[in-house]
């Protein structure tokens, strides 16, 4: 599997100049008196403040605890921690457009462009992953509604409805089987939607149930991205040459290039949760994040980092179609219910074994119910994230040109 090798910071990058900025130090020359000392600048201030930010979003997504990291809710308010990185960071380029066009800086905005355009393939990969989920939350409906009774869960559970059950359980466990089995490399699905698009457009819900009907096997992502492309090899690609500057380099920039290097990393962080936790074509997870421990939103993105690969280690995970918590969930519950459908299992049912069943078939509403709730404004953040990108994009290039 490809992997990201970043650089350590160097010897070079003192402590002081990557956790505090330029505005911070020169606060620190006031409080001490130095006659040659000055109050900072809106510029310090505003890189200071961006800095800062960032550190606190991500203490916040770092205090989630083990039952709420990796869960739809929590990818959520990551989508909604970048958003916000990234209008911060929109505000910047544009108060900063005059120093962003000279070099060095109009490199490392450069840079960071092209990554941003890289970041749109994941968004394109992870929403496919999020449809491929929903066609799993539509077996567990089939699953819900079998043993519902027209809502009235009084009647006695017949044979019709224990077949149609099963039916939609093995359909989701051999869906599921399917996308641990290509070990997230080319993942196929029975469920294909055949119109997606790069701009998030809806497929035809007529199209979507002939391809259910005909359970043919499919890629389920070769139609937003092209059979070859990875995830582990986009990933690589934003992470590719991403090194902190250098102590020397931030001062002569005033702290712009240290911003523009702090929200890249967001931008690889956050696409590698999403391809983390979300079934996508060629998962990799083995990007490395070489990063001092002194800039002041490290911490808790290095400590996302290692619980979300010490996840991935589990013995239960290792195959996982991705780590999304609800996924768990949805392959427990699913196994466990056929267990209590086991062809032994002879009617008319005993009290008990449809005491089980039925609490069987709450455990799996109470699942499906969840990710119901969830998945359309996942897809709403991911779609965001999309457009997001694409516009402070061109509006921080056409800022920057019209300054020249």
Known sequence: MPTTDFPETTSSSSPSSLRFSISSRR????????????????QEIELDSFQRKVSDRFHDLAAADSDELLSIPW?????????????????IVSNNRATLNKPPMDKYISDFFDRSVKALDVCNAIRDGVEQIRQWQ?????VVSSFDG????????????????KKALIELLISMLDEKESGGGTTTTTTTMPHRNRSFGRHSAHAASAEHKSFVHLRSLSWSVSRSWSAARQLLAIG?????PRAN???????????VFTMNYVLLFVMW??????PCQDRGLQTHFNVSRQLLWAPPILSLHDRILEESKKRERRNACGLLKDIRDVEICARCMMNDLADSVRFPLTEEKEREIRERVDEIESVYQGIKDGLDPLERGVREVFHRIVRSRNEGLASIDASK
Do not use: W, Y
């Open 27 to 42: 606060r620190d020359q006031v409080h001490t008196m130095d006659p040659t000392a000055h109050e900072p600048t809106p």
């Open 75 to 91: 990818l959520q308010k990551l989508l909604e921690a970048f958003l916000s990185c990234q209008e911060e960071f929109r505000l």
């Open 138 to 142: 539509k077996h567990l409906e089939i």
């Open 150 to 165: 027209g809502g009235s869960r009084s009647k006695i559970i017949n044979q019709g409805q224990f077949r149609r059950a």
């Open 240 to 244: 590719n040459n991403l090194v902190a």
């Open 249 to 259: 380099e931030i001062t002569s920039t005033n702290g712009l290039n240290l911003a």
């Open 273 to 278: 949760a999403l391809v983390a936790a979300i």
